[in-house]
């Protein structure tokens, strides 16, 4: 990687991604690309930054030309929730942006980093240590476009010879950016709320159980992977990765031991909870283990610590 392109760039994962590319590659050589007009100042004043819509395949083409790109992170997409409420938007941006972002590297010749997420599973999928390859049935538009773009980045490294590469994440949690609309996001609203207002109101109900990873681990694993000499990989879209699984009760409880009158109750939110009721409860991960090393570093106590700190700091409050 010498010339990188960061697409979502300014989205949960992106916004994160972008500022640990250009300590690793230099500011210069990491262009961050949103849809948004405003930008958060960091992305602008570090370096590159340009508006992108990733549905236009010329704005994409130009865009790889203009910077001299060799190697695309595709994080434009929109989210669980959202999707469902417009299914129709997103499988526009969702699909079409990622075949555009094909297509462009296959004529450029970049490499390709495309992100699917436990979404890409079903209901009719092992919820238990899910294996890494296994039956792929959703029933959500945003679990329809991971598992196609899973295929269709496939397709493309075995019939053109794009360097693919790809991870399933789990539920991400971060305080450097706001909930986004997805299932998982009540692993990052909790916190603000406890925070704030010492106690949440939980969308999930309790005993809910989902795969979650830590931002940084996250991070650590794009980059991880993209920089994997090829000829370990065997799979390339996408790798099972996970850290830790745990209940909203869990995560309260955990938060409990730091702000020991912290409140939790619940008002289920039925199409987000169907949604947690089809992804898997915790990935085998074992595949990824073994071709190119991953490891997480953060588990549940570990991120809560962590989180409740800086979280704290931002928001110049006290515990």
């Known amino acids: ?5 960061v697409t979502g760039a300014t989205g949960q994962i992106g916004s994160e991604l972008v500022h640990a590319l ?5 500011n210069n050589n990491v262009v961050a690309a949103g849809h948004q007009k405003t930008p958060q100042q960091s992305l602008v004043e570090e370096g590159p930054f340009t508006t992108l819509d990733v549905t236009c395949i010329e704005a994409v083409n130009a865009v790889v030309q203009r910077y001299r790109i060799d190697t695309i992170f595709h994080l434009a997409a929109l989210l669980s929730a959202v999707s469902e409420k417009n299914p129709q938007r997103a499988w526009k941006v969702n699909m079409d942006g990622l075949f555009n972002v094909l297509e462009v590297s296959r004529e450029q010749q ?3 980093f495309f992100p699917s997420s436990i979404g890409a599973f079903g209901p009719d999928t092992p919820r ?4 890494q390859d296994t039956l792929q049935r959703p029933n959500t538009m945003y679990g329809v476009c991971k598992v196609s773009g899973e295929l269709l980045c496939d397709y493309y490294s075995s019939r053109f010879g794009v360097d693919t590469r790809g991870v399933r994440y789990p539920g991400l ?3 450097e950016t706001p909930p986004g609309g997805g299932t998982t996001d009540y692993a990052v609203e909790i916190f603000y709320q406890a925070i704030q207002n010492k106690s949440y109101t ?5 005993g809910t159980y989902l795969d979650m990873m830590y931002m940084p681990d996250a991070i650590r694993a794009a980059i991880e992977l993209m920089e994997t000499d090829a000829s370990r990989l065997k799979h390339r ?15 309260a409880e955990s938060i409990r031991k730091h702000i020991p009158g912290f409140r939790m109750d619940y008002n289920v939110d039925p199409v987000r909870q169907a949604i947690a009721n089809s992804w898997p409860r915790h990935m085998d991960d074992h ?4 071709e190119w090393g991953w490891e997480s570093q953060f588990d549940l106590e570990q991120m809560t610590a962590h989180m409740l700190t800086q979280l704290t700091a931002k928001l110049s409050a006290t515990l």
């Open 110 to 112: 970049c490499a390709v």
């Open 202 to 206: 939980c969308f999930l109900q309790q």
């Open 128 to 131: 238990d240590n899910t294996p």
């Open 173 to 175: 949690i971060s305080y």
């Open 237 to 251: 879209n996408a790798f099972n990765i996970t850290a830790m699984s745990f209940a909203p009760e869990e995560l």
């Open 287 to 290: 595949v990824a283990r073994t």
């Open 1 to 5: 990687m010498k010339r990188i392109l």
């Open 22 to 26: 250009r300590l690793r590659y230099g």
